[in-house]
């Protein structure tokens, strides 16, 4: 009988090569991926981290069915772990559409390929922006306000779909892992997060800044009410966001249940800055801009669900974080 099969969409990217570097057998794993958001080199970078074969990953866009059906022709899939999709809040707002048709057509055709193949475990990967601008720990029981973007209603409309196949497969395992905002770099530096043009998010806004490719970090606003003025998010090391995709593979449980992935501590973005600066023994200049339109002034996590449910909590702190972010910068930029 043909061996089991986890398929990741968007396999190559930076969560996804992060999940399959922290497998304990990645010759199970499969990986659809149309390299729209990362290069072909990926396949090298991981290759030097865990025994890939190249005939493991598919280029392929999960949004066309037909060529995304040949993997589940040619594989025998027990697990789908769908972290396929447009990303970008701003650009979002800017190409509704697009990312309408991208990642809702990306999730329908991973629920039509379950069915069609009898595949009863589903990992999707949401985002802690589903919760709009609620008041933080934000946690799971919450009833979800109005999004703030494109993406986000993108996120919270595939949650919704996999909920409703779940009634109709009782005998499917799905799990949306709500992510916080994860960051950092596999400590070997070979992979990380490898952003296209101008980062949009702060971590790999400061990598640059220190490696001197950006002169200074603009801080979007000092006059939030938090401790230090700016803005606290949830940062958590990849690796962790890694570790609870895997401690959730360990426990599959007939139904559809949510988690939050963060650490349940947050930060701000100078005491960020400030954190990097003192990881790495160097300095970042900052200047101190108007907000940026959409953000809130806190998003952390309740973590108890996922702990008290699976076991999961994360390990690496921030100065992990930053370390392991310069560590693959420095090893990246050119
Ligand atoms: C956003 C989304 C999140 C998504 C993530 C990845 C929301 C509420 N959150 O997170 O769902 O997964 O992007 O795309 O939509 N900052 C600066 N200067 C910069 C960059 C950022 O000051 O150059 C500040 C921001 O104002 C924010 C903080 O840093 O306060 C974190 O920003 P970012 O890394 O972009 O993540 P989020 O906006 O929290």
């Keep these: 009988m043909a061996q089991k099969k986890i398929l990741l969409t968007g396999g190559l990217g930076y969560i996804g090569s992060h999940i399959i570097a922290s497998m304990e057998d990645p010759s199970l794993v499969v990986i659809a991926d149309n390299c729209s958001n990362c290069d072909i080199e990926q396949i090298d970078r991981l290759k030097q981290l865990v025994a890939l074969e190249r005939h493991q990953v598919y280029l392929v866009d999960c949004t066309d069915l037909?060529?995304?059906e040949v993997i589940f022709k040619e594989n025998e899939?027990?697990?789908v772990i769908h972290l396929a999709g447009l990303k970008a809040v701003g650009e979002s707002v800017a190409k509704p559409i697009e990312y309408y048709t991208n990642n809702l057509n990306a999730t329908l055709n991973v629920l039509t390929l379950c069915d069609r193949y009898h595949v009863n475990r589903l990992i999707f990967s949401s985002s802690a922006t589903v919760y709009g601008p609620q008041v933080s720990p934000m946690n799971e029981s919450m009833t979800l306000l109005k999004t703030t973007n494109p993406y986000a209603e993108t996120k919270a409309i595939s949650e919704r779909m996999i909920e409703d196949y779940c009634v109709v497969h009782p005998e499917m395992a799905a799990?949306?892992?709500?992510?916080?905002?994860p960051v950092g770099a596999h400590p070997s530096g070979i992979i990380g997060e490898f952003p296209k043009g101008i980062p949009n998010n702060l971590l790999p806004y400061v990598q640059q800044v220190a490696s001197?490719?950006?002169p200074w970090l603009n801080v979007f606003g000092n006059d939030y009410e938090t401790s230090d003025g700016t803005p606290i998010r949830d940062y958590i090391h990849?690796?962790?966001?890694?570790?609870?995709?895997?401690?959730?593979?360990k426990s599959p449980q007939a139904g559809y249940r949510i988690y939050n992935v963060g650490t349940g501590v947050g930060t701000?973005?100078?005491g960020l800055v400030h954190a990097f600066e003192d990881a790495n023994q160097l300095t970042i200049k900052t200047k101190i801009t108007d907000r940026r339109s959409g953000d809130v002034a806190e998003s952390t996590a309740?973590?108890?669900?996922?702990?008290?449910?699976?076991?999961?909590?994360?390990?690496y702190t921030i100065q992990d974080i930053c370390k392991d972010a310069w560590n693959f910068e420095q090893k990246h930029s050119k």
């Design 238 to 249: 990849v690796l962790d966001l890694a570790s609870a995709h895997l401690c959730v593979l």
């Design 212 to 214: 001197g490719k950006r």
């Design 175 to 181: 799990t949306s892992l709500r992510y916080f905002n």
């Design 268 to 270: 701000s973005v100078l």
């Design 302 to 315: 309740d973590v108890s669900k996922i702990k008290k449910e699976l076991g999961w909590v994360s390990h």
């Design 66 to 68: 037909n060529a995304f």
């Design 77 to 79: 899939i027990d697990t």
